[in-house]
């Protein structure tokens, strides 16, 4: 059963620590993205990997880290350093970055009190 | 860079009657355009797209138009049901290989 998975669905952490959120992909798709989605503000691209051992920054990286050293995993670090980290996050995949459908997983609540 | 604008922000419709979401984009080497439906909890979800060399596209109930030189494209959903209710994303790719999301628009299907 192919897809795109995260974990977990809600997390709560207090102010000042810092969280990873898991991201899996069995597609064998080479991009992975991370979008934050906060009330009537849409999807807002945090980082973006087209291959293994690379990544970039989208429009709101301040805060946030990531890795890829797997093609199926991308994990998102929400540090202490991002001001309002409670939010909705979304990771997605393609086959590549570019204009191709993107499929997304569940996402991830997060809430930082 | 890309700029997605889409209107309304909120919609509702009798059920039955149609549903028109509109976006607009400002870049224009853009030549993909998808329509992502989201429901309460869950990601968005690949619905229709269309690419830049046709006008208009159809699956179904749903379909959708662009006018490359207004810079404009729509969604059109007929027939509604109460199934259609659901938060809609028009996105534009971008020069840069990255897609932009308009806000959104939460249509609501009547009863």
């Known amino acids: 059963d192919g897809g795109i998975t995260q974990s977990p669905k809600y997390l709560f952490r207090k102010e000042g620590q810092n969280v990873t959120l898991s991201c899996e992909q069995n597609?064998?798709?080479?991009?992975m993205y991370w979008y934050r989605q906060d009330p009537g503000q849409g999807l807002r691209l945090i980082y973006y990997?087209?291959?293994?051992?690379?990544?970039q920054k989208g429009d709101i990286a301040e805060g946030y880290s990531v890795s890829r050293e797997k093609k199926e995993s991308f994990p998102l670090t929400v540090t202490s350093a991002q001001k309002n980290p409670t939010a909705f996050y979304l990771c997605?995949?393609?086959?590549?970055?570019?204009?191709?459908?993107?499929?997304f997983g569940p996402g991830t609540r997060l809430t930082v009190t | 860079g890309e700029n997605v604008e889409q209107h309304p922000s909120t919609l509702s419709v009798q059920e039955g009657d149609s549903a028109v979401i509109k976006c607009t984009y400002s870049?224009?080497?853009?030549?993909?355009f998808p329509w992502y439906k989201q429901e309460l909890g869950k990601g968005p979800q690949l619905i229709i797209d269309?690419?830049?060399?046709?006008g208009e596209k159809k699956d179904q109930r749903i379909a959708v138009t662009l006018n490359k030189t207004a810079k404009h494209f729509s969604l059109h959903i007929t027939e509604t049901q109460p199934e259609d209710s659901a938060v809609y994303f028009c996105?534009?790719?971008?020069?840069?290989?990255?897609?932009?999301f308009g806000k959104g628009t939460r249509l609501h299907i009547l009863p």
């Open positions: 997605a995949s393609s086959p590549r970055t570019g204009p191709y459908e993107q499929y």
């Open positions: 990997s087209q291959i293994v051992n690379d990544f």
């Open positions: 870049d224009s080497a853009s030549n993909y």
């Open positions: 996105a534009a790719s971008s020069r840069d290989d990255k897609i932009i």
């Open positions: 597609l064998n798709h080479d991009a």
């Open positions: 269309i690419r830049s060399n046709v």
